[in-house]
């Protein structure tokens, strides 16, 4: 890090901050039954936690063609509008995770968010949550390509006036660690979200957090 650079600490959402993967399975599910296709497994889904929507899709429904694909990515879409208007939605934070952001604000950082959520969907998490005065920049699948491609990133450190050597992205999964590789990011995994821990240092992660306390005494 540069002395008296800006520092920006970019976190993924979904298995970074939240844990939302019962609601996002449930309405997988009901995106593909809706359409009267098989369900995906769980572990499937799961695996696509990270990517935007009309990629995850592809991965989930390889044989099915452009419109059926992008009727998935829409159904998905509503049935998670209705659950969250109905109040069924719950994305809880990681143990640890308030206590982190608000130790790395104290200790200087910037703080920004890079996730295959919608500007919607993120925003609904964070006002849930009381977080969106913590955060710089946030960055959503509605305005850039899909991890890994790293416009979120390059976006979040544009926002911030931030250099990619004085900032670091935290996910975890392998699709952050690449997008980081790819912007000239040092990438940080945390072990408790949807890839392994031999995962993200397979795709360039240079340490991985087991809890919000190791996270911190990595960054200090």
């Keep these: 890090m540069t002395a008296g650079a800006v520092r920006l600490a970019v976190f993924d959402c979904d298995g970074t901050l939240v844990d939302g993967q019962a609601d996002i399975c449930l309405t997988m599910v009901e995106a593909f039954t809706t359409l009267g296709l098989p369900a995906p ?19 989930l429904a390889p044989d099915a063609d452009a ?5 998935l990515t829409e159904g998905y879409k509503q049935a998670f509008r209705a659950a969250r208007t109905a109040g069924r939605i719950a994305e809880p934070l990681f143990p640890g995770i308030r206590m982190a952001l608000d130790a790395l604000r104290a200790d200087g950082w910037d703080l920004g968010v890079a996730t295959g959520k919608s500007d919607r969907g993120l925003l609904h998490c964070l006002t849930a949550h009381g977080l969106n005065d913590h955060f710089v920049t946030l960055q959503t699948a509605d305005r850039h390509p899909s991890k890994p491609h ?10 911030a006036m931030a250099t990619p050597q004085d900032a670091v992205m935290i996910g975890d999964t392998s699709f952050d ?8 990011v040092r990438p ?9 821990a031999a995962e993200l240092t397979q795709a360039g992660a240079v340490a991985v957090a087991r809890s919000a306390k190791e996270l911190l005494e990595i960054l200090r």
Excluded: F, K, N
């Excluded at 660690?177 to 000239?184: D, F, I, R, S």
């Excluded at 940080?188 to 392994?196: K, T």
């Design 150 to 159: 790293p416009a979120m990133l390059e976006a979040a450190l544009d926002a």
């Design 188 to 196: 940080i995994g945390v072990a408790w979200g949807y890839h392994s």
């Design 67 to 71: 419109d059926l694909q992008a009727a």
């Design 41 to 59: 497994e769980r572990g499937d889904i799961l695996r696509t936690v990270g990517l935007s929507l009309p990629l995850a899709m592809r991965r």
């Design 177 to 184: 660690m690449a997008m980081a590789v790819a912007a000239g």
